[in-house]
């Protein structure tokens, strides 16, 4: 049962085992056995809760958010990440600042999260609808917008959500994550509405 208790312990030992050598997410990942796509996610999405873009990665990210989600929706087992994902190195200090984070986030959500709606979660429906939430939310994430601010974060509140639902078996979770994915569409539209209306005053300003 990978639950809140485990996910931890599971941060603990990565960090852990990263002493020696720099730990890929491959080589931690692999170690998981039978996880689910939630704590794998959890997992991968911690370092994108920050409002500074992230560059090439915030696009890796969403690419392998997107592919989980895809294969989550269409009904497969085990979760497989792109190559260039699992070759990410962590260090001993990265895993303990991803510990902290997930401690602090984690801990603070779990005061209002409890089991409800289990049958938004639970079965083939939930699969589908968790696999939705992370497919989207890769696929805004995977937008290479650049120097946009909250451009990982917007869509990394979805994901996180999606997870904790997952993880805590609670519903709600699932709709507080759909919130944020449309939270992050109306961002990114008044962004681009932005930038025409500006770049058309540009234009209106030249042709003096």
Same mark, same amino acid.
């Given at each position: 049962m990978f639950d809140y208790n485990t996910?931890?312990?599971t941060l603990h030992q990565f960090a852990e085992q990263s002493?020696?050598?720099p730990l890929t997410l491959g080589e931690a990942l692999d170690s998981l056995d039978e996880a689910g796509y939630a704590f794998i996610a959890i997992i991968l999405v911690l370092p994108f809760l920050q409002p500074l873009p992230m560059g090439p990665i915030t696009?890796? =990210?969403g690419v392998a958010f997107a592919t989980l989600g895809w294969q989550l929706f269409n009904g497969h087992e085990s979760p497989v990440l792109p190559h260039k994902i699992r070759n990410v190195e962590f260090s001993e200090n990265t895993w303990r600042i991803l510990v902290n984070v997930c401690l602090k986030i984690l801990g603070f959500c779990r005061k209002f999260t409890k089991q409800r709606y289990p049958a938004i979660v639970n079965g083939t429906k939930g699969q589908k609808f968790g696999g939705f939430?992370?497919?989207?939310? =890769?696929a805004l994430m995977a937008i290479?917008? =650049?120097?946009l601010p909250l451009n990982n974060l917007l869509p990394g509140l979805a994901i996180l959500f999606y997870c904790i639902g997952?993880?805590?078996s609670d519903g709600l979770m699932f709709f507080i994550a759909i919130f944020w994915l449309i939270v992050t569409v109306l961002y990114f539209i008044a962004f681009f509405a932005a930038l025409w209306y500006f770049g058309q005053e540009a234009l209106e300003f030249f042709k003096w």
């Open positions: 996910l931890v312990k002493k020696t050598k696009v890796l =990210g939430i992370l497919l989207a939310a =890769g290479p917008f =650049g120097v997952e993880l805590e």
